[in-house]
């Protein structure tokens, strides 16, 4: 399977695209000032303890207080293989107006808040260190038994101590013993720090932040498997560089400068890869179709033939299509970043074996999926339950905004993918050899453009020495716009026109 990477960073925001084959199947982005809360750690204040429920809700300087079970569940370790997690049969003793460190496992979500455990882990490459958890765990996807017992031997005598406890992730089988070990102390070094720090910390201070999107994704990769990373943006180039430098498995020929006139994303046809995830129906290669809708409580896929009717049975026309949405499905969920409960209205299929088969299809390519997925058996309705878990935000929560005309009921595009298609025309003009770019759009749009200085990086660079004038009008709508070039030193405007910079 081929595998790329694509990295950009424009309007204060930064873009990761994995494309496999292809097809795009990851997709994030991610503002420059860390959106992302995942990972990170908090010093909290208890504000609140329901004794009913087990549960304790966590001020930590966010939107929304954070939301603590105090029997604190494990299901962050299911998807390993390892030594069972021992837990307290007494639940965490907590009162109002304790202080309490905490970790973000879950980012906020409608109106909830974040879900924070007590048990910090601290992510590397090659090992994750749980520096308060008497647990030790290998990735599934090390299947060579000889190899899982040389690793979890060495990461055990690693430990120090009862108490804490190692992750051994995927990449581990390609390091050596001296780099396992200096991963390791590096990160006890972090937490040690991090202790220190929180001691004077106020309630609310971020004590630990993950790296940013790029890097991490950059880092859960590996690197036999990337045949390209390219970069759109030079400092972010230069940064990757020296990364890739650091970890010594990954040839720098294989990162890639962009030094194209043109946005990256769209010259690589990754920009209208990723509108299509806001549109409820995929197609499918044989003719048929899913349709995906969301709901408060869980995520249905409908399945349809379309225009796919086959050469033999009406059994056989409808198998071919389950099977062909089994994978489509996948690569969907991922793609969109689905969690929680998922059901999958498969077209019905009468013969037994049918159903298993399709059921067995889900499961193979749910397999490649980082984010662990549980699939049922298919009911004789032909419904199919799964969970995957949730691993930050869905893709959909980047790409549309609540529609204040209709209630919230429908959506429209979020700002920052406004931007960014007027961006790319404003490239495509100036790389058609005009010096002036004529940008008539949204008058509430050019407002923020101004306001949030959205463009000032491009203007102060690759636009220099181009003029970008806006014309504002109230009738467009948020995402409608038009980009003209002109190459004339005198242009003819009208008095509503405004020069970016």
Same mark, same amino acid.
């Given at each position: ?49 329901? @004794? ?17 079970? &105090? ?15 021992? *837990? ?9 107006? =304790? ?17 924070? *455990? ?66 390791? =102390? ?23 932040? /993950?790296? +940013? ?19 759109? +943006? ?14 010594? /498995? ?25 509108? =299509? ?20 409580? %869980? ?17 056989? *026309? ?30 019905? &299929? ?18 490649? /999926? ?7 058996? &298919? ?35 979020? +700002?920052?993918?406004?931007? @960014? ?24 749009? %050019? ?31 948020? =995402? ?5 070039? /002109? ?7 009208? +008095? *509503? ?5």
């Amino acid at each position: 399977m081929k595998k790329e990477l694509f990295f950009d960073r424009y309007c204060a925001q930064q873009f990761a695209a994995l494309v496999e084959d292809g097809k795009l199947a990851e997709f994030a982005v991610e503002p420059e000032n860390r959106g992302e809360i995942v990972g990170n750690i908090y010093k909290g204040r208890v504000t609140n303890v329901l @004794s009913g429920m087990n549960a304790a809700f966590i001020c930590c300087g966010l939107a929304k207080n954070c939301y603590l079970s &105090m029997e604190e569940t494990y299901t962050d370790y299911t998807k390993y293989d390892g030594t069972p997690v021992k *837990t307290s049969e007494k639940p965490l003793d907590l009162h109002v107006g =304790d202080e309490i460190i905490v970790q973000v496992t879950k980012p906020p979500r409608g109106n909830k808040g974040a879900k924070v *455990t007590t048990h910090l882990s601290f992510v590397g490459r090659r090992i994750i260190y749980l520096p308060t958890t008497d647990f030790l765990g290998i990735s599934r996807k090390i299947t060579d038994p000889t190899e899982r017992e040389r690793l979890l031997k060495t990461v055990d005598k690693m430990r120090g101590g009862a108490e804490s406890g190692f992750i051994v992730r995927t990449q581990a089988p390609f390091a050596t013993l001296k780099q396992l070990k200096s991963e390791a =102390d590096f990160l006890k070094k972090v937490y040690q720090r991090m202790v220190k720090t929180a001691a004077d910390a106020p309630v609310g201070a971020v004590l630990y932040q /993950d790296e +940013d999107l790029p890097v991490r994704m950059l880092r859960d990769c590996f690197g036999e498997d990337i045949s390209a990373i390219h970069v759109g +943006d030079e400092e972010l180039y230069r940064r990757l560089l020296t990364l890739v430098r650091l970890r010594g /498995d990954l040839p720098e020929r294989k990162i890639v400068f962009h030094t194209g006139e043109r946005s990256m994303l769209e010259e690589y046809g990754i920009m209208p890869l990723v509108y =299509d995830i806001a549109r409820p129906t995929v197609p499918l290669e044989n003719g048929g179709s899913i349709v995906i809708e969301h709901t408060e409580a %869980m995520t249905v896929i409908d399945v349809n033939t379309g225009s796919f009717i086959g050469d033999s049975s009406l059994e056989e *026309t409808v198998f071919a299509v389950n099977v062909a949405a089994a994978k489509e499905i996948a690569r969907q969920v991922r793609l969109r970043n689905i969690g929680g409960i998922i059901v999958v209205d498969f077209i019905d &299929m009468l013969e037994e074996e049918h159903r298993i088969a399709v059921t067995e299809e889900l499961k193979k390519y749910l397999s490649a /999926d980082k984010a662990k997925c549980n699939v049922l058996p &298919m009911s004789e309705l032909c419904l199919t339950q799964f969970t995957r878990k949730r691993v930050g935000n869905d893709t959909l929560s980047m790409l549309v905004k609540p529609c204040e005309l209709c209630e919230g009921k429908g959506h429209v595009p979020n +700002d920052i993918f406004v931007f @960014s298609r007027i961006r790319a025309a404003i490239l495509d003009c100036f790389a058609e050899g005009n010096t002036s770019a004529v940008v008539e759009i949204n008058a509430e749009v %050019m407002k923020k453009i101004l306001s949030q200085g959205v463009f000032t990086k491009e203007a102060q660079g690759r636009w220099k020495h181009k003029r970008v004038y806006f014309i504002p009008h109230k009738t467009y709508k948020e =995402d409608a716009f038009c980009v003209r070039g /002109d190459k004339e030193r005198v242009l003819h405007l009208p +008095d *509503t026109a405004q020069l970016l910079y």
